[in-house]
């Protein structure tokens, strides 16, 4: 199958750790990388993961605090010192273009590349980046500013043709493209050839969806029925409920409720509070609802 990955760059929350950077992924289709959050040390654990600047072109902010994008400004002034040419799309909620443009033009006042933003409401559901493999669209949550998520889908690919039947029947160059799209062929002679006879499905279409940062939402749980990988915050453990509600964040315990309600294949959890020196709790209670979680942690790279 075509690659499909997620590179965590960092899974802490707010607070700086020895442990963990703050919130950042990167997620590789096909080798086109997307940068999920971009919090201090992005660009440092890009390289430690061995990721190419030169592929990423698509940055997408799920809400304007700082941990989720205070390491933008370093990354784009590296990206200018390589010389970068082309453009960098920074996808966000509002106002990130007005509290970025100064700096760059404080800092860089010579860029060798644009970058563009795309900014939408947090509210809807918004299908915000397309291409011939992929969409991406928000995922609408609710923290103490206008916040989302992001599901990366892909689409489902043409049929695989069956070679051998291609000879068989000799079917010309020019027809193939309809076969692959499910297409029947019609001999010369005009014999109806089943598209089933000449191709075999492709494989399921993938999909990720990040979640982050978020009181516990059911309501998400539609948009994301069935994702293969759900990436959920789990800022707290059970006994620091209470102020898991207060600062609108999600406990271990509430991820893996919305995993199962989903019906995810599997759960990772991240975004954890500094307060715990061991984040094996917070698994243990996510464990006891969705058996199939594990623990986000720095250079981690997982196949969706």
């Given at each position: ?234 800022t707290f453990a059970d006994e620091d409920a209470p102020r898991a509600k ?59």
């Open positions: 199958m075509e690659k499909f990955e997620l590179h965590i760059l960092g899974c802490g929350s707010a607070l700086p750790t020895t442990r963990h950077f703050p919130t950042s992924q990167i997620v590789n289709v096909r080798d086109k990388l997307f940068m999920i959050d971009c919090g201090e040390g992005a660009q440092l654990q890009f390289r430690k993961s061995h990721l190419k600047f030169s592929r990423l072109n698509h940055i997408f902010i799920s809400h304007l605090h700082g941990d989720h994008c205070f390491g933008l400004l370093g990354l784009v002034s590296t990206l200018n010192l390589l010389g970068r040419t082309a453009e960098l799309h920074i996808h966000s909620p509002k106002g990130l273009r007005d509290l970025l443009v100064p700096m760059f033009e404080f800092f860089n006042k010579q860029m060798t590349y644009q970058v563009l933003f795309h900014e939408f409401d947090a509210k809807e559901p918004i299908q915000i980046y397309e291409d011939r493999s992929l969409t991406v669209t928000t995922i609408p949550l609710r923290h103490r500013m206008p916040c989302c998520g992001f599901l990366f889908a892909e689409k489902q690919r043409p049929n695989h043709i069956i070679r051998e039947m291609i000879d068989f029947y000799q079917v010309p160059v020019y027809e193939l493209n309809r076969i692959k799209n499910g297409a029947d062929y019609v001999t010369p002679e005009g014999e109806i050839i089943a598209n089933a006879r000449l191709t075999r499905p492709s494989e399921s279409p993938r999909s990720y969806a990040y979640c982050s940062d978020t009181i516990y939402l059911p309501s998400i749980v539609e948009q994301i029925k069935g994702v293969d990988l759900l990436f959920h915050e789990a207060e600062t609108f964040h999600t406990t271990a315990t509430q991820a893996a409720w919305i995993a199962r309600e989903a019906g995810a294949k599997k759960l990772m959890i991240g975004h954890f509070s500094a307060r715990y020196e061991n984040e094996n709790v917070l698994l243990k209670e996510a464990v006891a609802i969705f058996p199939d979680t594990q623990l986000a942690k720095e250079t981690l790279c997982v196949s969706v």
